[in-house]
Every structure is written in C-alpha cells, then in structure tokens.
C-alpha cells in the first residue's frame, strides 16, 4: 500500500532559527507531492511537487523534491511565531481517483 | 478564491443518532472528499465523489455512508453514530482530472456522547 512518513512528529524552536520538514513515500506510479499548513482549522495548499530537483518558493517557505531517493523537504528559514502549525505532507495515489495520502503531520512550535 | 463550507464548527450527538455533515463548495469542482482527522492517525479517507451521484469507498467507509444530489454538496451521514466516530471531519474538493491540489474546509469537531 502507498505510505507517506514524516519526520520528525514534533518539533520545537526559536524565532529565527530554520527548520527543515522531511517527507518519504514508498513509489507506485507517483504523481505529485503535497505539502499543507494547518493551523487551528483548514489545510492550507502550501506547494504541490511533481518534477525532482525543482524548488518551489514562497517567501520564507522552500521546497524539493528527489524521485530517485523518494523524499521530499520543507524548508523554513527565519521561522517566526505565526509559523506555528502542523505540517502535512500527502502523494495521490497509484490510481487515478483523487485520492491524497497523509503522513501523520510534524507539529512546529515557533517560541518567541 | 477558493471556498470550502462546513455547516457546522463543532457537533454533539448521542450515540445511535443519525448525524448529517454537510460541505459545500463554490468553485465548480467534479471531485469532493471526505476525511477524518485523529491525533496520531493523521488524515484518513473514508468517502469520495468525483462527479454528481458518483462516490467511492475511501480506507475507513464503515459506520458511514455520502449523498451528492447536486455538484456543489457533498453530504456524511453517520447512519447509528457510535463513540467511536468522535473526530474532526474535514472536507475537500478539487478540479476533476490531472494533478491538482484538494482545497478543504475548516473543519467539524464532531463528539459522541
């Protein structure tokens, strides 16, 4: 069965500091990576990862994706308070339905 | 923008009562989902629809069961709620075909007495 795993689970920091969020998937016919922010509510669509190699930005928010080793990092620099949030990764399926797979998330925790 | 509504926020039932969950989405999109969120379990498929009357089984269907009548509502129905269905749902759509990210709604913390 297609899994996502995420590491690590949690996570607790300083403003300023960079944090870098993994997310490693078994392959069958891959598609695209998803990664999400949610913070007291409603997923948030941060970047969607199809070819490797390509970084994706936005703002202090990065990330790659590698095929060939089958993970995916998010990076973020200068991490303020309001970047506080869980963090899900998700791959569609093998078959072509829409179907997301979740990892469990990494919670971060941004202290002043 | 993208819109995804939940009827309700928060939800108390008693266990064996009939729950309805309703979302509703304004961007015209073929395929909604519903899923359930559980700290440690992460997010969880348990139906989905990608066109008006069409659905189908998620990972975790059972105790379950959905109704897509008309393209923007995608309904969960509880059919004999047990404690066990204590959770958040969340529900999410997104344009049929291709690759695509799935928008979601703000959520409904739903508890079983």
């Known amino acids: 069965e297609d899994k996502v795993v995420q590491s690590p689970l949690s996570l607790v920091v300083h403003e300023g500091d960079t944090v870098t969020l993994n997310c490693s998937y078994e392959v069958t016919n891959f598609r695209s990576l998803l990664w999400y922010k949610q913070e007291k509510k409603a997923p948030t669509f941060l970047f969607m990862l199809?070819?490797?190699?390509i970084e994706k930005k936005s703002g202090r928010l990065s990330s790659i994706l590698d095929k060939k080793e089958l993970f995916s990092i998010l990076n973020i620099t200068a991490t303020q308070t309001g970047d506080s949030a869980v963090y899900l990764c998700?791959?569609?399926?093998?078959?072509?339905?829409?179907?997301?797979?979740f990892g469990q998330g990494t919670t971060l925790q941004v202290k002043p | 923008d993208v819109k995804v509504t939940q009827s309700s926020r928060y939800l108390v039932k008693r266990t064996g009562e009939k729950v309805f969950l309703e979302c509703v989405q304004d961007?015209?999109?073929?395929?909604m989902f519903w899923y359930r969120q559980d700290p440690g379990l992460g997010l969880r498929l348990i139906y989905f629809s990608y066109d008006v009357k069409m659905k189908e089984k998620g990972d975790i269907p059972e105790g379950y069961s959905v109704s897509r009548e008309k393209k923007e509502r995608f309904s969960l129905i509880l059919e004999s709620a047990s404690t066990n269905q204590t959770s958040m749902y969340l529900c999410?759509?997104?344009?049929?075909?291709?690759?695509?990210?799935?928008?979601f709604g703000d959520g409904t913390r739903l508890s079983i007495l």
């Open positions: 999410a759509s997104r344009e049929g075909g291709g690759n695509q990210p799935q928008h």
């Open positions: 199809t070819s490797s190699g």
């Open positions: 998700a791959r569609y399926g093998s078959s072509n339905t829409g179907k997301l797979i």
């Open positions: 961007m015209d999109h073929e395929n």
